[in-house]
């Protein structure tokens, strides 16, 4: 299979061929010695959403997203690294959405044990001492939860630009 960019040669020592390097550098997914970091800020945010599993970080992200928020739902509860939720969002306002480990199990069926749940409690105290606003969702709904989330934003943000042209 012949890869654009990608040149095979002969190998120098020993019988067949190799792949070369692709033409004018290096490697595609690795950074020459010579290549600078790149230096550029993550994108900013209006609202990071974090939380435990089934906490409701995506489908909340996603109704603010339909008001016009820019929101991410950032699954810090898989990281080791602290500030995680800084480093990929920087958001303007910090949501942490909690849901206890009986009820997180019963939203997605999840075989979760009460040691993981309390793992992933402790990899997010973090972004909890952090928040802006810590918000229990056991016992409501989606529409409620992103009801309370978007009231708060508009008290603490004003409202939201027109969707169009939002990404960051």
């Known amino acids: 299979m012949r890869l654009p960019g990608w040149?095979?040669?002969p190998r120098?020592?020993?019988a067949?061929?190799?792949?070369a390097r692709p033409r004018g550098g290096a490697h595609p997914n690795r950074?020459?010695?010579?290549s600078p970091r790149p230096t550029q800020a993550p994108p900013r945010w209006d609202v990071g959403l974090v939380g435990p599993c089934a906490a409701g970080k995506?489908?909340?992200a996603r109704g603010l997203q339909a008001l016009g928020w820019r929101a991410k739902a950032i699954a810090q509860e898989h990281s080791f690294v602290p500030d995680m939720w800084q480093r990929l969002t920087r958001p303007r306002v910090l949501v942490f959405l909690d849901v206890s480990w009986a009820e997180a199990c019963r939203r997605k069926a999840l075989r979760l044990s009460p040691e993981a749940y309390?793992?992933?409690q402790q990899r997010l105290a973090h972004?909890?001492?952090h928040a802006d606003l810590v918000l229990p969702t056991d016992g409501l709904s989606p529409a409620q939860t992103i009801a309370?989330?978007?009231a708060f934003l508009r008290a603490r943000l004003g409202s939201p630009a027109a969707p169009e042209g939002r990404s960051p």
Do not use: K, W, Y
């Open 58 to 60: 995506t489908t909340v």
């Open 16 to 19: 067949g061929l190799r792949a």
């Open 118 to 120: 309390a793992e992933q």
């Open 12 to 14: 120098r020592s020993g």
């Open 127 to 129: 972004a909890r001492a």
């Open 31 to 34: 950074r020459s010695a010579r």
């Open 148 to 150: 309370r989330v978007d």
């Open 7 to 9: 040149t095979v040669e």
